[in-house]
């Protein structure tokens, strides 16, 4: 099985993700259908497509002609009936697993037995939404990181059912996009979501507990510790509504392991309304002129900050291999690569030393008494035998 530049991409939901999607797929030499079930959506898609094309001949990335050209391959359909000729759909709708299924159940009917069903989802079972359909072996989670077009990231994950065909042909288009990829298992949150879960759930326990306010945790993750943005300036710009919801979502799949405890705080901000700049408030005031704390730049309170916070991320990546959920090697790429972080976390700990990261979460663990700090079996294993990561 193989995808070429003659394979129709068909892309279902035109919203941010979806239109990246297309936009990336289209500048790289596919017909794209785009659908979606309201036509003013659609619409919408169409002018921001024109808008963020024109944007690019501006700045020299295109002459009119090539992104005239980009934007002649992408269609916009009236209907899932459209997809018959596709070789592969991608889904990038919202994040409800009975909205997916049923979408995946009325495209097996329309496409072609071999044609590859792709979802864009962000944490829910790849193997549930293959459930939907008859030749579970054609459906593979593609998770792209938005915005689609510039984020070189793109989680590749096979349920238990997927051809391996499939999974490397899937690979390999992706890979022809110019996409960085990484294989992950069917687990809650893959690689990213996954590992990701103690940036921000660990300072907003710090937040609740008083050891400093927002900006000083964010103070502290950016200059101290080199991460681009910190946790709140970060769930300001993905919105609360999405990040709360993958944090809950991941939390309930994993059988309610504390380690991926959601945050009140944050449930509360979702309640209110408030996302972060989308709405102009969240934990920062995005309105124009709003006025904001400055952070308070106490290196040692700084550097317990980050600590706490480094720790309980490279914990989760080393569980991370010990579970098999991916190979070192994409783990740290996909840390790297997805949500720029300053270093691989498995690299890091070869740094900071093993000992002293386990020691650390243990101080931890006998402090709060809590059973999100414990120690990955593999790490204590790592430290016995005084091992390290393999570069």
């Not at 010990?322 to 790297?336: G, K, P, R, S, Y």
């Not at 663990?365 to 790490?379: I, M």
Request: with cysteine.
């Amino acid at each position: 099985m193989k995808l070429t530049k003659h394979t129709t991409i068909g892309v279902i939901g035109t919203g941010t993700m979806g239109t990246g999607i297309a936009q990336v797929a289209a500048t790289a030499g596919h017909k794209v259908l785009m659908y979606d079930k309201k036509e003013e959506a659609l619409l919408k898609a169409r002018h921001s497509l024109v808008k963020i094309m024109n944007r690019l001949v501006e700045k020299g990335k295109y002459s009119q002609g090539e992104a005239d050209t980009i934007l002649s391959r992408i269609e916009y359909v009236d209907g899932l009936s459209r997809f018959e000729g596709c070789g592969m759909v991608i889904e990038a709708v919202i994040e409800n697993i009975d909205v997916k299924t049923q979408i995946f159940h009325q495209l097996e009917s329309v496409t072609n037995k071999d044609c590859i069903l792709a979802t864009n989802t962000s944490s829910l079972s790849i193997a549930s939404i293959a459930a939907a359909v008859k030749n579970k072996q054609n459906v593979i989670g593609v998770h792209f990181f938005n915005p689609a077009p510039l984020m070189k990231l793109v989680e590749i994950i096979p349920s238990m059912a997927t051809d391996s065909k499939v999974t490397n042909a899937t690979r390999d288009l992706i890979k022809d996009w110019g996409k960085v990829t990484v294989i992950a298992k069917d687990t809650p949150g893959f690689i990213v979501n996954r590992v990701a879960r103690p940036f921000y759930g660990e300072s907003l326990k710090m937040l609740e507990e008083g050891v400093a306010d927002v900006a000083t945790i964010d103070w502290a993750l950016k200059d101290l510790g080199g991460f681009k943005m910190g946790p709140f300036e970060l769930t300001d710009l993905i919105g609360h509504d999405v990040n709360y919801t993958v944090t809950e979502t991941v939390w309930t799949q994993m059988y309610y392991d504390p380690r991926y405890k959601p945050s009140i705080t944050q449930k509360r901000l979702k309640e209110l309304g408030h996302y972060g700049r989308k709405t102009g408030q969240g934990f920062y005031n995005h309105e124009d002129n709003g006025q904001n704390p400055a952070p308070e730049k106490d290196e040692a309170l700084g550097k317990y900050i980050l600590n706490r916070v480094v720790v309980m991320l490279i914990n989760e990546a080393v569980d991370a291999v010990f579970l098999n959920i991916a190979t070192q090697e994409d783990i740290d790429v996909a840390m790297t690569k997805g949500v720029n972080y300053p270093k691989g976390l498995l690299k890091w700990a070869n740094e900071l030393g093993l000992e002293w990261v386990q020691e650390q979460l243990e101080d931890l663990q006998e402090h709060f008494g809590d059973d999100r700090y414990r120690p990955s079996p593999l790490l204590k294993k790592m430290v016995k035998e005084q091992r390290l990561f393999h570069y």
